[in-house]
């Protein structure tokens, strides 16, 4: 068996999965967003000091698996050093203890592998990764060899529905909630325009229409639970038709060589749990003739399953790292 961990941010999580089969024998996550809520954000100290009390609180339930423990795989990178350097600290002290290799797992490859948590995955394919830090349009050639196509060139997408909520005061995390609000508003109210829709440029940016947002705020004054909710369905519309703006230009060059391949497009990270834009997307795909791929909404956000997941194919292909050699980054 191989055991994951994951705290890039504000989710302490542990998973173990068997190599062969690759079946997800333990796994769970607890999350920080109650305590974070009152800030309005993740604080990074105390997401740090809150994984040094539950992860190994976790490990604790994972013992009867140690002597089939194969190797470790823990998120190194990007996410927040400070708490990134709880999970790696672990996984060190465990791949010591265990005499058992370590494997360091690019969080983003992590996402992309909970597609295939529990079976075999698909490549090539085209994948849209939207969460609380990333807006990436990619190529997967497969688990290890990725080109993206596309990125952000300031906020990410689940960013500013995050900037959006704190604005409402809606609390955090800020996406299900602004989700939530926008399903009882009227996504015409406010004619947000749509970020770089006149520029030939393959990126995303979400400042300016966060911007947007705020002075729509500001105008209003004292706000009702109405003006939010159609805040919220005005905002969830023009991000959304945003990203598919951009994305249709990437299809438009893209489409034909993946249909002849498997036609697969999944969107995964965070805000891929978003229904709106997950049925925004799947009309999109229909209209190019790919087939949309999903993962599991409770591997939508981050945690170890997806993990470990990479973990297997990392295994299998012997990319293991020198205990001294691992270090953590923020950054891609």
């Known amino acids: ?8 941010c504000d989710d302490s999580s542990i998973a173990i999965t ?7 024998i333990f796994h769970k996550k607890i999350s920080q967003e109650k305590e ?35 190797a470790v795989a823990v998120t190194n ?36 592998s909970s597609l295939f948590i529990e079976k075999d995955g ?18 997967v050639n497969d688990f290890f060899n990725y080109k993206i196509l596309a990125t952000t060139l300031d906020d990410s997408f689940g960013e500013s529905f995050d900037k959006v909520a704190k604005m409402l005061g809606l609390g955090y995390p800020g996406g299900p909630v602004v989700e939530e609000y926008a399903k009882k508003g009227d996504e015409n109210r406010f004619g947000f325009t749509t970020p770089l829709y006149n520029s030939n440029k393959i990126a995303f940016s979400y400042s300016g229409l966060k911007n947007q947002v705020r002075l729509a705020v500001e105008s ?3 706000m009702s639970k109405q003006d939010k909710q159609d805040i919220c369905a005005s905002f969830q519309k023009t991000a959304t038709a945003h990203l598919l703006h951009k ?27 978003n229904e709106y834009l997950r049925a925004k997307i799947l ?14 909404l409770k591997y939508c956000s981050d945690n170890a399953a997806m993990i470990g997941r990479y973990g297997i194919e990392a295994y299998k292909h012997n990319y293991f790292v020198n205990i001294n050699d691992i270090k953590v980054s923020p950054r891609l």
């Open 122 to 139: 698909i490549f090539p394919m085209l994948a849209l990764l939207v969460s609380g830090g990333h807006t990436q349009v990619l190529k």
């Open 77 to 112: 990178e990007p996410g927040l050093s400070v708490t990134l350097v709880e999970g790696v600290t672990m996984a060190k002290a465990l791949s010591v203890a265990l005499n058992i290799p370590l494997i360091a797992v690019n969080h983003l490859k992590g996402h992309i």
């Open 220 to 222: 209003l004054g004292d």
């Open 283 to 296: 009309m999109l795909t229909r209209e190019f003739g790919l087939e949309l791929e999903l993962s599991k």
């Open 1 to 8: 068996m191989l055991l994951s961990i994951e705290s890039s």
């Open 36 to 70: 974070h809520s009152f800030y309005g954000g993740v604080v990074p100290e105390l997401a740090a000091r809150l994984h040094a009390v539950a992860l190994p609180k976790i490990l604790e339930e994972c013992r009867i698996y140690f002597d089939s423990i194969k």
């Open 247 to 273: 994305l249709k230009n990437i299809l438009k060059k893209e489409a034909n060589g993946i249909k002849e391949q498997n036609g697969i497009f999944s969107i995964v990270g965070g805000a891929s749990a």
């Open 18 to 24: 068997e190599i062969s089969s690759k079946k997800l």
